[in-house]
C-alpha cells in the first residue's frame, strides 16, 4: 500500500474537508478523490461519508484512521533512525507523568540529564491522569510514561521500578496524626481531601476503606498539587499520598512559610503504590525513546531514599524489571484507570 494515501486520508479526516486537504497536500482535488477511491476499493469499505457540511469518518474509516496515525507515527520514526544512525541521538520524546506521583519529580532532573546527555533530543512532558496517560502510550500518540501501575491494561507494558508506601499528610492541629504512624480506623470521620477516583492512588484508598468497613469522610476532590497543599494548610482536611509527593508537598509548604505538615505512615493495614514506566507492547521506540529510557532508569535507580522504618518496601529488583504484558483477554483499557 502506498503510504501516501493514509497521509491524505488522516489529512482529510482531519480538516474535515477534501478541498481544505487538498489545498493542504497541494494536490488537485480530483486526485485526491482517486486516492480516497482507491482505499475504499483496497479495504472493500466506503471510508468517507460526504456531505454539505464536509467530510466525515464512517465507523471502518474511524478504524483504518487510527491505524493510519500510529503507521505513519511509525514510518517517520524508522526514517529519522536511519537518517540519525551514524551521528548523535535526535528526535522528540513524549513523557507522560502522572500528578500526585513519584514520576512528577523526574521532571526536572530528567531535562536537565537529557539535556546534557543528549542535547539533540527535545522533551514533551505531559501531566495527566494515569488512564488517559495509558491510552496515549497505547495508541502510539505518547512513546512513554512513568506511572503509578494500575494494574494489566491490554496494548501497553509495564516495567516495575519500586513501591511506596502511602501516608498521611495533615496539620498537627487538624488530624490525627501524633506519631510516624496512623492506623487507618484512625481515620473514620476525619475530612479528607483526596484525587478523583480516576487516579490509581485514591482507588487504592478507597479499596483499603471498603475493605476496612470504614467509610470515608470526603469532603473534596482536588487535582492540583498547590491547591491541596493550602487547603490542608488551612485546616480544611488531610489527605493521602506516597511518599515522594507526600513529602514534597511538605517542603513546598515548609519553603513557602505555611504550617510543617505531618507525614504519618498509614498502618494496620499498610498501602503500598507500584510506580512503573509505561511502554506500548506492540510499537518499538525510536532511538530517542530508548535513550530517554535509559535516562529514567538511571534517575531512578539514584533516587533519594524514602524515611527509615522496619521493614521498608524495597525497590524493584532487577529480576522484576521486566515488562508485564498481558494477554489479549485480560483487562481492555477501558476497564482499568491509572
Known sequence: MDTRRLGAFVKIVDTGSLTRAADNLRV??????????????????RLLIRSKRGVTPTEAGRALYRHAQVIL??????????????????????????????????ALPLLRLARQRHPGVVLHINENFGGVISEMVMTGRMD???????????????????????????TRRHGPARSKET??????????????KIHTI???????????????????????????AQAIDAGLGATILPWS????????????????????????????????????????????AQAVLGLIRELIDKRPPGPERPGAVSPANTAARQPARVRNDEKPLGESIG
Open 28 to 45: 488537485a482535488q480530483p486526485a485526491l478523490s482517486q486516492q480516497v477511491a482507491a482505499l475504499e476499493a483496497h479495504f472493500g469499505q
Open 73 to 106: 507515527r511509525q514510518l517517520g520514526l524508522a526514517e529519522a533512525d536511519v537518517g540519525q544512525s551514524t551521528r548523535a541521538v535526535v528526535g522528540s520524546v513524549s513523557l507522560g507523568l502522572a500528578p500526585y506521583s513519584a514520576g512528577s519529580a523526574l
Open 144 to 170: 512513554l510514561a512513568v506511572i503509578y501501575q494500575p494494574g494489566p491494561i491490554r496494548g501497553v507494558a509495564f516495567e516495575p521500578m519500586f513501591e511506596e508506601e502511602l501516608f498521611l499528610v495533615s
Open 183 to 196: 492506623p487507618l480506623a484512625a481515620l473514620a470521620g476525619v475530612p479528607l481531601l483526596l484525587p478523583s
Open 202 to 228: 485514591r482507588r487504592l484508598v478507597d479499596a483499603a476503606f471498603e475493605r476496612a468497613g470504614i467509610a470515608a469522610n470526603l469532603v473534596a476532590e482536588i487535582e492540583s498539587a498547590a491547591t491541596l
Open 245 to 288: 509527593p507526600a513529602s514534597a508537598i511538605a517542603e513546598h509548604q515548609r519553603r513557602s512559610g505555611g504550617r510543617d505538615l505531618v507525614l504519618s505512615r498509614l498502618v494496620r493495614p499498610s498501602l503500598q503504590a507500584r510506580v512503573s514506566i509505561c511502554t506500548p507492547d506492540h510499537i518499538a521506540l525510536s532511538e530517542a
